[in-house]
């Protein structure tokens, strides 16, 4: 049975939290990778930050529905969404726009256990840790190698 490190892609690129967006966008360009896991000073994963995080940038905003009572003023939608929208939306850095909420496996992990994070959460790459270091990453090309190898 294949391991996830028998399939993954050593030679990791990984960005910090203050790698400039504009320079994630070129990275994202050069490398033709579509996900990056963002690690911290200790090479430690923190997240992950994928193309369609760069993407939002563009999208037009979606203001929150609010009702005015009185002097209360009250969102019918999380305000909270709304703050990250935003900020995802104005990040300058990939500490503003990368997604803290990453799935990722250990080098012994069976290869169909990837497979279904990829297709049960619709990630496009899953890092492989030691501990909480990243030392492979799984893409999907990487499990499409696999069918034909």
């Known amino acids: 049975m294949l391991k996830a490190k028998d399939v993954m892609t050593k030679e990791v690129i990984t960005v910090r939290r203050e790698t400039s967006v504009r320079d994630l966008a070129v990275l994202f360009s050069e490398s033709r990778v579509s996900s990056v896991p963002v690690v ?15 993407i939002e940038q563009d999208k037009n905003l979606h203001i929150p529905t609010v ?6 003023v009250i969102y019918l939608e999380s ?17 503003e726009i990368f997604s803290e909420e990453v799935f990722s496996v250990g080098p ?15 990630v496009h790459a899953v890092p492989v ?9 799984i893409g999907r090309i990487d499990m499409i190698r696999t069918m034909i190898g």
Do not use: C, Y
């Open 108 to 122: 012994e992990a069976p290869v169909s256990e990837v497979a279904d994070i990829m297709s049960s959460h619709r």
């Open 67 to 72: 009702v005015s009572i009185f002097d209360w």
């Open 79 to 95: 305000d909270k969404r709304f703050e990250k929208e935003l900020q995802k939306m104005t990040g300058q850095t990939v500490g």
């Open 40 to 54: 911290d000073d200790n090479g430690e994963l923190i997240g992950i930050v994928s193309e369609s995080d760069l």
């Open 129 to 137: 840790v030691e501990g909480r270091r990243v030392v492979g990453v």
